[in-house]
């Protein structure tokens, strides 16, 4: 046992248990990029891709995502721009980035 907030014991994780987390994890995870890759740096509204999408977290695979499934996720994340107070992309952003994400969707 070790001392956790505010004087409370917490328990130490058993190396069972982390594997168990760290599976969990691996197996449903956002999905990142290979950050080595250069694939899709050339690629129209990759750069708006990067300056919008890596402001909360890594960019994630565009193919975790159907081209229908794009609009509504970057809809949704616009929201949490906005909550958090961070730049959202306006209308001719905001088409350019569904563009690359629409283009690399798993479909």
Known sequence: MVGGMMGRRTKTMSPQEKEMIIQYLQANGLKTMDKSSTAHAGASGYA????????????????????????????????????????????DKEKALLEFLQGAAKD
Not at 53 to 70: A, Y
């Open 48 to 91: 708006e891709f990067v300056e919008f999408c890596s402001q909360c977290h890594d960019l994630p695979d565009p193919s975790i995502h159907t081209s229908r499934k794009w609009p509504q996720v970057v809809r949704e994340m616009e929201g949490q721009m906005k909550k958090a107070s961070l730049k959202a992309p306006g209308a």
